[in-house]
């Protein structure tokens, strides 16, 4: 029964510690800035931006949360002396495991 136990244990502590790791993901941000105002609109793509981190000890579960590709905007309103002026960010990120 001992050792029984011993071995399943041990292979849980295996498993465990195999399925974790150290993984570096590399990220590229590009956001583009679309604004419209009373001269019209116009559009402003930034320059890429990479990021660069390593996880450490993260689960495979974990990895795909952490260095998936995303997408997201943000729109911003702003009005001075009348005039609105409509400003939205769009944001697309694009990972990989390095």
């Given at each position: 029964m001992k050792t029984k136990l011993f071995l399943a244990v041990t292979v849980l502590v295996v498993l465990n510690t195999a399925c974790k790791k150290d993984v570096t993901c590399e990220c590229t941000e590009t956001t583009t800035q679309t604004q419209t105002g009373q001269n019209g609109t116009t559009t402003?793509?930034?320059?890429?931006?990479?990021?660069?981190?390593?996880?450490?000890?993260?689960?495979?579960?974990?990895?795909?949360?952490?260095?998936?590709?995303?997408?997201?905007?943000?729109?911003?309103?702003?009005?001075?002396?009348?005039?609105?002026?409509?400003?939205?960010?769009?944001?697309?990120?694009?990972?990989?495991?390095?």
């Open positions: 402003q793509t930034q320059n890429p931006v990479t990021t660069t981190t390593t996880y450490k000890n993260i689960s495979k579960s974990d990895l795909g949360t952490l260095c998936g590709d995303r997408k997201y905007s943000n729109t911003y309103n702003n009005t001075s002396n009348g005039q609105t002026t409509t400003s939205i960010y769009d944001t697309d990120t694009k990972c990989k495991i390095k």
